[in-house]
Each structure stands twice: as structure tokens, then as C-alpha cells.
């Protein structure tokens, strides 16, 4: 069995424990069927996600130019305390930027590799948990708009981490936290602007995920480096693939490479 495609983000559903697909232009396939099988990737080409052209994926699978000029790839992303579509000032492309920015966004609390602070759409609970490979998360603050979440966010991670770490999250090295207890301890350093919007009446979402072998000592795969690769797949975590011989391949950061995957 052959596909071929553009990777991109896999699709997840929110089940006991996550369903996850690979989608492409005319298939997909259902990634939870294929534990305990041999996969092979064999690279293609590039193809940058905005302009399609076969140019080196720089990140985010957008080509450099591209990386540069389209909005989806702007600094207001990752820091969302930048956004100004509020205040009506463009960035990049002030329509997207208002239909982004200006709606409900969650401030919460997850536990992946440790407990952390982090920013989402309210329309993306809890896929944003999930590809971070957060086992349980809790909202704290809904926000009408991304700057609010962003001050938030920057007000609390002086207390606890905004990053996962990603080796530690992949093998499930983790400690049990409330993070009900964190809620209540972190509330009074929440900004006076985003106070009225604290949730202090909702319970945590616990997250399964379908990982039969954890990696002892995760090794990356990239295939802008490593054109071919074969292993026996036994979970998935987060956006990653983990295999039998501790490879693991996060499929975000391959965004935009073409790849033919073949199921022995």
C-alpha cells in the first residue's frame, strides 16, 4: 500500500485515544491502523504550502519568501501579545489579522512535559493540546481577542514554562499535577485587563494517546536531511511519530516536504 503527498499537520479527533489522519489532495490515511506496521518515507521533492512552487522549505513548510510576506507565518503567531488588529493597525493583511485575532481565545494550563502556559483559538480546544502531546490541560482565562490571551500569557509564564520539551513529553516522562492548584495560584498575577474573564467553575480534559513503546532516547528525523527512512511506527504523540528503534518524526516540522509512503 503507496501513498504520496504534501505532509502537512496530521488531523486528529478527540477519542479515547486520539484518532489521527495524514491528509492529502486525494487520500488520506488513518495513522492509528498502522501501529505495530512498517513504514518507508521516501522524500520527493518541496513544496512550499502557500506558493506550491519545489523551493527549500525554510519553516513553517513555507518557502522563505513566502515565510516573510504571508500573514499565517507573522510574529503576532507565536507572540501573540503583538496583535494589533484591535486597534486596527495592519501587519501583514489587517482582514486576516482581525478574523484571527479579534475572537475568543483560551489562556490554559497543560501538562506535557511539565505544566505550561500557552495561547489558543476557542475554536481550537483541544487540538491545540493534543499536538502539543499534553496527556491534561485546563482553561483559565477566555478572552475576546489575541492580545489579551498575549499579555496574559507573557504576565504568567513568569511563574511556570511556555515551552514543552519535547524529549521529555515523547517519553511520558511526567509528574502528576493539579492544575486546578495552579489555576487558583496563578490567578492573582493574571493582567487587570483579562481578570473579569477567569473560569474558576471547570474541571481538567485528560487527553490518551495511542503509544504502545515509548522512545528511550528520542532521535529526530527530518527529511530535508534524510531522504529515506523505515521503521516499525508504535505510537504517536503530540504531531510526532514515534518508532520501534526510537525514531521519532514530528510532522509539523516537515510540513511541505513530498514525500511516498509505503505500509509493508
Known amino acids: 500500500m503507496t501513498f504520496k503527498g504534501v505532509l502537512t499537520k496530521m488531523t486528529t479527533e478527540f477519542t479515547e485515544p486520539i484518532n489521527y489522519y495524514m491528509v492529502f489532495k486525494n487520500d488520506f490515511i488513518h495513522v492509528n491502523q498502522l501501529l505495530n506496521k512498517t513504514i518507508s518515507f521516501k522524500f520527493i521533492k518541496n513544496q512550499c504550502l502557500n506558493c506550491s512552487l519545489d523551493k527549500p522549505i525554510y519553516r513553517q513548510g513555507f518557502c522563505k519568501s513566502c515565510f516573510f510576506d504571508v500573514p499565517q507565518a507573522a510574529d503576532w ?3 501573540p501579545e503583538l496583535s494589533k488588529a484591535h486597534l486596527g493597525q495592519e501587519d501583514r493583511d489587517l482582514d486576516y489579522e482581525k478574523k484571527v485575532q479579534l475572537q475568543p481565545h483560551i489562556v490554559y494550563l497543560a501538562n506535557s512535559s511539565n505544566v505550561k502556559v500557552g495561547v489558543t483559538r476557542k475554536t481550537q480546544v483541544p487540538t491545540r493540546w493534543i499536538d502539543q502531546g499534553a496527556h491534561e490541560a485546563l482553561e483559565v482565562v477566555e478572552v475576546p ?6 499579555i496574559t500569557e507573557i504576565a504568567l509564564k513568569d511563574f511556570v514554562a511556555d515551552k ?6 515523547l517519553k511520558n516522562d511526567i509528574k502528576d499535577e493539579s492544575l486546578t492548584e495552579w489555576r487558583d495560584k496563578l490567578k492573582q498575577y493574571i493582567p487587570e485587563e483579562a481578570l473579569p474573564y477567569f473560569i474558576d467553575n471547570n474541571e481538567e480534559t485528560h487527553i490518551e494517546f495511542p503509544v504502545l513503546q515509548y522512545p528511550e532516547k528520542p532521535k529526530s528525523l527530518n527529511f530535508g536531511k534524510t531522504a ?14 514515534i518508532f520501534e528503534d526510537n525514531t521519532v518524526c514530528n510532522i509539523r516540522s516537515n510540513e511541505g516536504f513530498v514525500v511516498e509512503i509505503t505500509v509493508a
Open 228 to 241: 529515506f527512512y523505515q521503521g516499525i511506527l508504535k505510537g504517536i504523540k503530540g504531531q510526532y511519530l
Open 77 to 79: 503567531i507565536i507572540k
Open 164 to 169: 514543552t520539551n519535547w524529549r521529555t513529553m
Open 145 to 150: 481577542n489575541r492580545y489579551l490571551a498575549g
